[in-house]
């Protein structure tokens, strides 16, 4: 039968900030491997440029216009609604940690949360922001 | 802070870095394998026995190929792109713990680059910071196909990240931490792996790691039969094999992060009964875990020649509609269950 891990006695865990010195030491590793690599093949790659080849691929037909156009509003509203949701699912891990010593009222008060949370996602729905032609 | 800790620290990470860019080159060799094997070919077989050498072949290949940088482009923000594309995609396995502790003599080495307890937390910023790669390289080569295929990638990432929080959180309730060391420590032995506590969560998380990741059928950002090369159309040379080493090494960063969250990391089943020195349980788990990993790799290829590409507005029908209604189903159904038990 399934049982849930026992995390009553479950020793507090504190990161100082020498926990993270390492996440810095990998990234200066990945920082040295892109940057060394990229002046790597700048250096040992041919250079032969001309004027036709420097142009932006439109399927071999003459450029028309540039790329610095509007495009759909559609993907600006995804972004917002990105952003609200994001921050609530934030909200949220905090409780999901604590959750089973805020008991049975934490579950309640954020159902309650969650609630208010889907209420507005049924109006998203309901207006059709999420619909795409 | 002593010198042991820093070079112990460094030789870590360097195994870690050289393994993971091991695992993506020889990913390459597996998927053209893989592929061959599913459509009746024989797949890459000439350079070296069984095409072993292909990858280093590719790899020589990217480093002697012209560099190409349009006139119309953005220069800096143009090489800006792949480099922060791979940057985020190197930077993600800081946190995975490997395997447990290594002695030597009166000397223990942690087989995991660091144990911070926002664990979780730090995975999930890395991997949302891998969509400005591909956004500002798409923008920047100031061609059409390529921001479309920029758009489409910011758009489906940010999309599919709502339910992949949302499915953690339910993991979250399980484990109580967000350390993704004890995280494994919890699901020792076999019947404590967190897929048994949440099968429905590692669903939701296993199809947003295909659309964060950019596979098909979520590879709408680079699709072919639309958008030519998607936002790496521009691209070419070391730059255009950044962007597709970045998506390799993501499928294996998010393989090894599936794996330490529900499939018990570096835990195998009766890893505590079989009566070997402390060591060996820490070899063989590594080992283990490196299986699982395999597994989830081949999974990522398995389901990229089986399944068709999806259309746009299925794509975002299926994150928006169906993954986020269906993680908060879980989380609500995982609170109730654990409430209930604790009350008991």
Known sequence: MLYLPDISNRMEVQSTPVNYLPIIFQILVALGFAVGTMVVTHMIGPKRRTAEKLTPFESGIEVIGNARQPFSIKYFLVAILFVLFDVEVIFMYPWAVNFRELGLDGMIQMFIFMGTLLLGFIYIIKKKALDWE | ?344
């Open chain 2, 1 to 344: 802070m002593e010198l042991a800790f820093v070079i112990e620290k460094f030789v870590l990470i360097t195994v870690v870095f050289v393994l993971t860019l091991l695992v993506a080159m020889y990913s390459t060799l597996a998927e053209r394998k893989i592929a061959g094997f599913l459509q009746d070919r024989v797949g890459p077989n000439r350079a070296g026995p069984f095409g072993i050498l292909q990858p280093l072949a590719d790899g020589a290949k990217m480093f002697f190929k012209e560099e190409i940088i349009p006139t119309e482009s953005n220069r800096f923000l143009f090489i800006a792109g792949p480099s922060l594309a791979i940057l985020t995609a190197c930077i993600g396995s800081a946190v995975i713990p490997w395997g447990q502790k290594l002695t030597f003599g009166d000397y223990v080495v942690d087989l995991q680059v660091t144990d911070i307890n926002v664990g979780i937390l730090y995975i999930f910023g890395v991997v949302s910071l891998g969509v400005y790669g591909v956004m500002i390289g798409g923008w920047a080569s100031n061609n059409k196909f390529s921001l479309m295929g920029a758009i489409r990638a910011a758009s489906q990432n940010i999309s599919y990240e709502i339910p992949m929080g949302l499915s953690i959180i339910a993991l979250l309730m399980v484990t109580g931490t967000l350390s993704l060391k004890e995280i494994s420590e919890q699901q020792s032995g076999f019947v404590n792996w967190n897929i048994w506590y949440q099968p429905l969560g590692f669903l939701i998380f296993l199809i947003c790691a295909f659309a964060e990741t950019n596979r098909t059928p979520f590879d709408l950002p680079e699709c072919e039969t639309e958008l030519v090369g998607g936002y790496h159309t521009e691209y070419s040379s070391m730059k255009l094999g950044f962007y597709l080493f970045a998506e390799y090494i993501n499928m294996f960063v998010s393989s090894a992060v599936m794996a330490t969250l529900y499939f018990g990391g570096y835990n195998f089943p009766f890893m505590y009964d079989l009566g070997l020195s402390e060591n060996w349980i820490t070899i063989i788990g590594v080992i283990m875990l490196f299986a699982k990993i395999f597994f989830f790799i081949f999974f990522f290829m398995w389901v990229r020649w089986t399944i068709p590409r999806f259309r746009y507005d299925q794509l975002m029908n299926l994150g928006w509609k169906v993954l986020i209604p269906l993680a908060i189903a879980n989380i609500v159904l995982t609170g109730i269950v654990i409430t209930v038990k604790d009350l008991l």
